[in-house]
């Protein structure tokens, strides 16, 4: 069992930035493929940004690409998600999880892709 603990959400005005955070269990975080989904409100979850265990490869969905990095510190167990020039379209809850084995970086993940979630960080952009 991985427990993950997102942070770093807020209200953001429009054109600004965060950088949320995911705190995950288990010495073996290195291994796992991550990544970063969204949940506008009234949408379904949407694939935002992965990353490879070793932090070698990123991949990214069009909505953010250009405007937000993924990133991973496996020193912390933590896995990062930068976002510059936010839109207020990007209000959402922002979710880290862990991908299933077998699954790679480099392909549009779905939810049945993620094995362990988190609760959610909140990120509201205003115009």
């Known amino acids: 069992q991985v427990q993950l603990v997102e942070s770093g959400g807020g209200l953001v005005q429009a054109g600004g930035s965060l950088r949320l955070s995911c705190a995950a269990s288990?010495?073996?975080?290195?291994?796992?493929?991550m990544g970063w989904f969204r949940q506008a409100p009234g949408k379904e979850r949407e694939f935002v940004a992965a990353?490879?265990?070793?932090?070698?490869?990123?991949y990214y969905s069009h909505s953010l690409k250009g405007r937000a990095t993924i990133s991973r510190d496996n020193a912390k167990n933590t896995v990062y998600l930068q976002m510059n020039s936010l839109e207020p379209e990007d209000t959402a809850v922002y979710y880290c999880?862990?991908?299933?084995?077998?699954?790679?970086?480099?392909?549009?993940?779905?939810?049945?892709?993620?094995?362990?979630w988190g609760k959610g960080t909140l990120v509201t952009v205003s115009s």
């Open positions: 999880a862990v991908a299933r084995f077998g699954v790679t970086v480099g392909i549009h993940w779905s939810e049945g892709d993620m094995v362990y």
């Open positions: 990353i490879a265990g070793s932090g070698g490869m990123t």
């Open positions: 288990g010495r073996i975080f290195r291994t796992y493929n």
